[in-house]
């Protein structure tokens, strides 16, 4: 399946343990609690999953960086819109790591060791980055299959600002600094009326 | 302080009394993780508050139908984006709850019985219905201080759609169906965009 629209989203001190608590998951997993609602928004709407959507969550933290988890929204059960359930599928995704091959922990959940930058050489002939200082988002999207590109509350190193300098585009979705979890929700619905 | 925005949000099912489980927010909650994020979705941009925001969670589940959640954006503290924090503070109000008085249960937010009828009463000039069936948002919103009003996964009863049908608009904000929380992020962007 060649997805429609893909998201890269990066957790700069997220845990990359199963090691945090279902009690604390913003404190002891390294804000995961960001990496949660990023991915029910990215995938959910109202009884149903957007099927076209694959994303990939780049946990850069202790212990063991990087870990990548992918989701394909074709493929991907039981994902709820609360935060603690998504918890648990990541935390089950980290639980299946094995150094060297990518892994499916859960349906249409991955794990692997795939570093962010890869991912960024991956899709650099299709990325956009989300950034509060980047072109208003007016026009329609100039691919039709779109990379999103997000940081955390923390944002990107410099050595990734250089990395991300080659992407296509770089849009604000917002005269406010948003939640990256609501990014996503205006990035897919300027996509959803785009296809109307 | 006369505030600029309000949510009026129904919780069909959602639990009144505080004895819902922290590990089990939408089970045992009767979908309390709907208000948890419409909560958060309202009031929380990146770093902050949105201070002219007041948001009423009408609370009709069992036991002790109904309660109403009163938070207002000026006063509230502690409200971070997690889940389970934000119903750790509804869980507070509710077990605040005195008979015929509103209680401030924690800084901003405030517990009482009053009716979602009462709410759409008070409201009744300058009130917004989401609803997939109303009419696309595309023009400039009619009101300086609208109170949008959102149904949970279950919408409204036969007898709430007539009071409701007094409403000064019905609006609807995506193609799609979506979760309520992630309508209020369309409606603030909407709201955010016409301040420029």
Do not use: W
């Amino acid at each position: 399946m060649h997805f429609v629209i893909t998201f890269l989203i990066k957790g700069n001190k997220t845990l990359t343990s199963p090691d945090f608590s279902l009690k604390d998951i913003p404190g002891s997993g390294g804000r995961m609690d960001i990496m949660c609602r990023c991915l029910t928004s990215s995938l959910l709407v109202s009884h149903g999953i957007r099927k076209n959507i694959e994303v990939f969550l780049c946990l850069e933290g202790e212990p063991n960086p990087p870990r990548c988890i992918r989701v394909r929204g074709d493929q991907v059960r039981h994902l709820s819109p609360d935060e603690r359930s998504t918890a648990i599928i990541i935390q089950k995704a980290l639980r299946a790591y094995m150094p060297g091959k990518e892994m499916e922990s859960t349906p249409g959940v991955f794990i692997s060791d795939t570093t962010f930058s890869e991912l960024v050489e991956r899709f650099k002939e299709r990325l956009i980055v989300l950034d509060e200082n980047g072109e208003k988002l007016t026009s329609r999207i100039p691919f039709d299959d779109p990379c999103f590109v997000l940081g955390d509350h923390l944002g990107f190193s410099k050595k990734e600002e250089e990395l991300l300098a080659r992407a296509k585009l770089k849009i604000s979705v917002s005269p406010l600094i948003l939640h990256a979890s609501h990014c996503i929700v205006l990035v897919l619905h300027r996509l959803d009326e785009m296809k109307l």
